[in-house]
């Protein structure tokens, strides 16, 4: 039979972006280790309904570590403490009984709270926008050895397009940067043959455009690649200087870019 513990949550809640926030202490008992973080919430928000009171609000889809949707701050760790896992996948056997959970939104200016635990990630949405894609005519499937990839490069490109956009990186981040997210963007497709056409284009619109949304820059914190639910390194920001600056050459040499447009941030 599960074991069940019970625990204290301190939970940000807002009515609105606009609206003054502060924690709110629940009680969560009786709760089956078996179950996950989302599923612990749910348990508390039928509470709180049956009780008449505004359940909390937090974003979910998959709940299977695949979305992206999924995120909260618990006791300072975006996620939670267990590493490579995200908040929807973290269970509650990892916890113990009695112990109080503070629960916060991710916490950065460009991503401002719409309600309680959710925030408005539209900025990582317009990154993506961008040039975050290839762009290709569709057709019948080509062979799968039509294109040949090496083994270092597929795994590279593999590791990358794990990326799942949550925005911990961000939240993680002390100068909300959101340089792991695009770098794993930009190393995932001109790692590949589809994605080279587009390459230096793609890496300077990207750029442009996190910075247009008031993105920190990167100072080596680590704290991304600490905090990533998918374990993606910061060896890719890296990469992500390295195409940045070579398409800088180039658009200097060449004159290459020069329609690249921002698409308006909405802070
Ligand atoms: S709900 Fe989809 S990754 Fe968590």
Redesign the pocket.
């Known amino acids: 039979m599960a074991k069940t513990i019970s625990l204290t949550l301190k939970v940000w809640r807002q009515k609105g972006p606009n609206e003054p926030g502060r924690f709110e202490t629940y009680e969560a008992r009786n709760i089956s280790t078996d179950a996950s973080f989302?599923e612990m919430l749910d348990i508390v928000n039928k509470e709180l309904t049956l009780q008449g009171k505004e359940p909390i609000a937090f974003d979910?889809?998959?709940?299977?570590?695949?979305?992206?949707?999924?995120g909260a701050v618990v006791n300072g760790h975006a996620h939670g403490h267990e590493r490579e896992t995200?908040?929807?996948?973290l269970h509650m056997r990892k916890f113990r009984d009695g112990d109080v959970l503070v629960i916060e939104p991710w916490r950065s200016r460009v991503f401002p709270v719409i309600k309680d635990l959710i925030v408005d990630r539209s900025a990582l949405d317009r990154i993506i926008a961008s040039g975050g894609y290839i762009s290709v005519r569709t057709g019948q499937a080509p062979d799968a050895h039509a294109l040949p990839v090496s083994k270092e490069h597929a795994d590279a490109a593999f590791e990358a397009a794990q990326c799942?956009g949550?925005g911990a990186c961000v939240a993680a981040c002390p100068n909300g940067s959101a340089m792991l997210f695009v770098a794993a963007k930009v190393s995932h497709l001109s790692l590949l043959p589809q994605g080279r056409p587009e390459r230096w284009r793609r890496v300077q619109k990207m750029v442009r455009q996190m910075d247009a949304e008031g993105f920190g820059a990167c100072s080596n914190h680590y704290e991304c690649e600490a905090a990533c639910p998918k374990g993606i390194r910061v060896a890719n920001i890296a990469r992500l200087n390295r195409e940045h600056l070579l398409a800088a050459f180039r658009a200097r040499l060449f004159g290459e870019y020069p329609d690249i447009k921002v698409l308006p941030p909405s802070v």
């Open positions: 989302l979910h889809d998959c709940r299977e570590g695949i979305c992206g949707s999924c995200t908040l929807c996948q799942i949550c």
